[in-house]
């Protein structure tokens, strides 16, 4: 984070912050702003009921910046004083309606960016005249949450400022023909249309199903997973301190863990927690990001300044509880000689307000006035007024070492008492195991969190006709620079030169020897109408076409495979007479039917022949015997059930690394789990 020297002002907002507006309904006939910010100040302090309330709950403990709301009346002048605010933005953004809005750095514990989100759907679901919207560093998050179930016109450029919370749903703004492609949609434009039409752009079960999931987690109100107590043994005057105070943890284990030279220097003396003051044993509540943080850090205090440690092999739980509590004293110490350092400043003196009164100029506050001139002295007193009056907006280190600094002097005489009693009655400290994740963990996690929906399992029951039809339909996608097209719901596309009619349904087929149906190759036929080097024009091209529609004869008793259909044998006959010229001198048709049936009886007693599994011969009724007796034993092959084994044994030969089989399952979006190093049993139709 950009930070100014000597106060840790952290002004620009990088890639920790989440950002959200309130849209409370106002009257129309309210022009009075004395009235307006009085009604403003009350819905403010029913929002901030309600946001108590769910954090009390759950024992939520921010990491780094609370929840908070700053009123906006929606003026020019009260836009450029806000702190967060560039004039880019405001000039995009347009003139907004009375509002609240806030700011909130989560450093690096996400999950309060997603239990802001809980905050706004609790409190848009408890005040239904509210329309909120929240947006990080990447833009519409949420959406970013429910990218699977987007719709197809949904994309970052289309969806920007069309997100909003509205009753605790999410509800999404689709672009009209008639408005334009180039500006984006000011958000004073979006909550009037969704108070217009408050179910209108309501979103999807399946996108609305994301969100709900992610926060679901927040949803019961009890003490939130993440929270991890831990018996510490700090000093009296630093438990007596977090126990008036739970907020100030975040702040000490972030100093301890980012502490530099200066912090450092001030470890040595340990003025405001010294090491020989008396030290008691008691809870104290983490994040489990907190205590991960402040348990990794590599520290070891100085004996001479008095930390006396017990060994760590004889009594290794007593040495951690003893650690952590040095480490977190440590804390406190450092947040409390940084508002000593700054104490007594005036405000002319502050980095903060420097940096505060460059921000103002170069956004043009002063109107282009002389320095020193009356308007240029009117406006500078706003500023200051502004500056004081919203400090709580700026996160300051030395905000929470001077409340220290103010405990220290006025401590409460109930949290000694309430020290005492918990003392002898000590919860014991939760199990820490879940900080070692071992590598199956890890991948069980990211394969629950970004994994395939659908797993097949190498040695498990999967329908293998599925499977096949699943991957011809997306081998037969088109793809560019942003991926594989999904083609939904559209209506197939007809080829140009499909001008016969349509095959006649099974039920209609006859029952003679070798009536058979045909099925042209459309995924070939398109890749040639896509191939710059077959055209239309070329004599050349109908060959080529005909030899992509030529077809194998088989057995119809049988003929169920997906994969291919076969045609009489006049269509036949027309096709092998179009591929060798369209005369009838070299009859090829009859030679090459010959010798492909031939290489079929051959090829079935080879070893590569038996390799492959064939489907189960029906015998055919005594009623309707045929000449069939040269191919009796001949078993049709079963395309579905070999594919799918030959993928499986590709995928099994590439020991769980990257290969082309684990590729092309991650761009259909189907997982294959581990399976056993065993061979099936029995390969059907139906089950692999």
Not at 233 to 245: I, N, R, T, V, W
Request: hydrophobic residues 35%.
């Amino acid at each position: 984070m950009t930070k100014i020297p000597g106060s840790n002002l952290e002004f620009v907002r990088e890639e920790d912050f989440v950002e959200y507006y309130i849209f409370p309904k106002i009257p129309d006939n309210l022009q009075d702003e004395g009235i307006l910010r009085k009604l403003m100040l009350q819905i403010r302090n029913e929002i901030s009921a309600i946001v108590k309330e769910k954090s009390l709950e759950r024992s939520y403990l921010w990491h780094k910046d609370e929840f908070q709301l700053q009123i906006r009346l929606g003026g020019a002048e009260e836009r450029l004083l806000n702190e967060e605010t560039n004039p880019e933005e405001e000039a995009e953004l347009g003139d907004l309606p009375p509002h609240f809005h806030g700011v909130t750095h989560y450093g690096d514990n996400i999950s309060d960016e997603w239990f802001i989100v809980y905050l706004l759907t609790e409190i848009t679901r408890a005040r239904g005249d509210c329309i909120a919207r929240v947006s990080d560093s990447d833009g519409e998050f949420l959406l970013i949450e429910a990218a699977d179930a987007l719709p197809d016109w949904a994309s970052p450029e289309t969806c920007e400022r069309r997100v909003y919370l509205v009753g605790g749903c999410l509800q999404l703004l689709q672009n009209s023909a008639a408005s334009s492609q180039d500006k984006p949609l000011t958000m004073a434009t979006a909550v009037q249309r969704i108070r217009m039409n408050p179910t209108l752009y309501r979103c999807s079960r399946e996108i609305q199903a994301c969100i709900d999931a992610r926060l679901k987690e927040y949803q019961i109100a009890q003490p939130h997973f993440s929270i991890h107590r831990q018996v510490l043994e700090l000093p009296h005057s630093a438990a007596q301190l977090l126990k008036q105070q739970p907020r100030l943890l975040s702040s000490a284990v972030r100093a301890f863990c980012e502490r530099d030279s200066l912090d450092v220097k001030a470890l040595r003396t340990m003025r405001y927690f010294p090491p020989e003051a008396a030290r008691l044993r008691t809870n104290v509540r983490f994040t489990r990001c907190l205590y991960a943080m402040l348990s990794h850090q590599q520290y070891l205090p100085e004996k001479r300044l008095g930390w006396n440690l017990t060994d760590p092999v004889a009594e290794p739980e007593r040495y951690k509880e003893q650690l952590l509590g040095v480490k977190l004293a440590s804390g406190l110490e450092i947040l409390a000689s940084q508002a000593k350092r700054l104490e007594g400043q005036q405000l002319e003196e502050m980095p903060a307000w420097r940096s505060y009164l460059r921000s103002l100029q170069g956004k043009g506050y002063f109107r282009n006035n002389i320095e020193g001139s009356a308007e240029y002295q009117e406006l500078l007193s706003k500023a200051k007024d502004y500056f004081r009056g919203n400090q709580a907006r700026f996160r300051t280190a030395s905000r929470a070492g001077a409340e220290i600094l103010d405990l220290l002097l006025h401590p409460a005489e109930a949290a000694s008492e309430e020290l005492r009693d918990e003392e002898n009655n000590l919860q014991p400290s939760d199990s820490d195991e879940w900080l070692n994740i071992s590598a199956e963990d890890l991948d069980s996690m990211l394969q629950d969190r970004y994994g395939p929906k659908k797993l097949y399992k190498p040695n498990g029951q999967m329908n293998a006709e599925e499977f096949t039809k699943q991957l011809a339909e997306f081998l037969d996608r088109q793809s560019n620079y942003e991926g594989i097209e999904h083609r939904g719901l559209e209506e197939p596309e007809l080829d140009s030169d499909d001008d016969e009619p349509p095959p006649p349904p099974p039920q209609a087929k006859t029952s003679s020897g070798l009536g058979a149906r045909v099925k042209k190759n459309p995924s070939m036929r398109k890749a040639c109408q896509r191939n710059s080097l077959i055209q239309p024009e070329e004599p050349d091209s109908t060959h080529v076409r005909n030899f992509l529609d030529f077809v194998i004869p088989e057995d119809n008793w049988d003929s169920t495979s997906e994969m291919s259909d076969y045609a009489d044998e006049d269509d036949m006959e027309r096709n092998m007479n179009a591929l060798s010229g369209g005369g009838s001198v070299f009859p090829l048709d009859r030679q090459i039917q010959s010798y492909m049936e031939q290489m079929d009886r051959e090829l079935a007693q080879t070893s590569m022949g038996k390799s492959f599994h064939g489907k189960q011969k029906k015998a055919p009724p005594q009623a309707e015997e045929d000449d069939f007796d040269d191919i009796e034993d001949f078993e049709p092959i079963n395309i579905n059930v070999n594919t799918l084994r030959n993928m499986m044994d590709s995928y099994q030969s590439q020991v769980g690394g990257a290969g082309p089989v684990s590729n092309l399952f991650s761009a259909m979006g189907v997982g294959m789990s581990a399976g056993e190093d065993q061979e099936p049993k029995d390969i059907s139709e139906s089950a692999v």
